[in-house]
């Protein structure tokens, strides 16, 4: 070995040695109030527009909303966690009093039921939808045909008559098998046809019910009644195939959106609004104003790097990283040119 190999061996282990120290024990703590000091004052002097490009930024953002994987693993991963959280042994005993306090649950409950143009936007949306004007044909529709068989006043005051209808009414459903079913029609459709009249009348009454007041009293009943339940029932609810089942829809629907041209809009609304707003501020000044203070961030990774860094096994891939970097300089044209 040559007096300049051996040198830059001892160069090569006192460097790595050095970059170590500096990431253990008291050379951690060090370190931490160093590097963060610096970059508060480099924050200091520069801006968000700065050292961001905007488009640079955006599209970046809805290239991995559109591509990020959630492959079949990850879904195994977020299944079984989700399976777990339920079947947890803590659910046992636990309320959702454990979790929400009362007073909180009621301010949340006061200040939603104040949205009183999107209820009634919403009322009204449900009850134009088809789906209730059938609803609606068809319970009026029982309830006359009901009455006329059952509860007039024929019916009520002539013994046997109710019977007698019954039977009658089977013999011509017998005879004309076609006739009921074209009265049914008949019946719905006329109905159907006069239907706004009972639509505002369920409008009014829905919107009575659900006035703030009352979604207050409702809200109030609904606590009483869920809110010493243990969350351990949750579980009786649905079963692990429904689980996994419901999170493969919610991924087939997430591949939709994903792409949408409505939500890539929106991302680029929001970057763009976030950036217009914030763009001219001193880094440090940014962080500081949003509760991310120097203080808090070296408190934060002195309590959690000690224990990262002291996991043996993560410790030896640093150490190997370290020296393969401080390696390959000792071992450079450049350094040899340097030490002549």
Aim: aromatic share 8%; no cysteine; proline share 2%.
């Amino acid at each position: 070995m040559t007096d300049q190999t051996e040198l830059a061996s001892k160069l090569e282990e006192a460097h790595v040695q050095f970059l170590l120290n500096r990431l253990k024990d008291e050379g951690l703590d060090a370190t931490i109030d160093r590097e963060l000091k610096a970059a508060w004052e480099w924050g200091a002097t520069v801006s968000l527009n700065d050292i961001l490009d905007r488009e640079l930024l955006v599209s970046t953002i809805l290239r991995l909303v559109e591509t990020g994987p959630f492959n079949e693993e990850l879904r195994d991963i977020v299944v079984k966690s989700v399976i777990t959280g339920i079947q947890a042994e803590f659910n046992d005993g636990a309320t959702i009093q454990s979790l929400v306090p009362k007073a909180e649950y009621d301010k949340a409950i006061s200040h939603y039921a104040k949205f009183e143009k999107i209820r009634v936007d919403v009322i009204r949306m449900i009850l134009e939808s088809p789906i209730y004007s059938e609803l609606i044909t068809d319970v009026l529709y029982h309830g006359i045909k009901d009455y006329i068989t059952t509860e007039n006043v024929v019916v009520k005051k002539v013994p046997g008559m109710g019977a007698l209808m019954k039977a009658g009414a089977k013999s011509l459903n017998k005879a004309m098998p076609k006739l009921e079913g074209a009265a049914e029609g008949t019946i719905k459709k006329f109905i159907t046809s006069n239907l706004r009249s009972s639509v505002e009348l369920s409008e009014k009454i829905l919107n009575n019910a659900l006035s703030e007041s009352n979604i207050k009293t409702i809200a109030d009943h609904f606590w009483k009644t869920i809110s010493e339940k243990d969350f351990s029932k949750f579980k009786n609810y649905v079963t692990d195939e429904d689980i996994n089942e419901t999170i493969a829809i919610g991924d087939d629907l997430w591949s939709e959106v994903r792409k949408a041209e409505y939500l890539h809009n929106m991302i680029r609304q929001i970057a763009e609004h976030i950036l217009d707003e914030n763009g001219d501020k001193k880094l440090a000044d940014l962080v500081n104003d949003i509760g991310y203070t120097e203080d808090y961030i070296a408190g934060e990774l002195k309590q959690i790097l000690p224990g990262i860094l002291g996991r043996e096994a993560l410790w030896q891939y640093l150490e190997s990283r370290v020296r393969s970097t401080v390696s390959d300089f000792y071992s450079s044209d450049a350094f040899t040119a340097a030490v002549g």
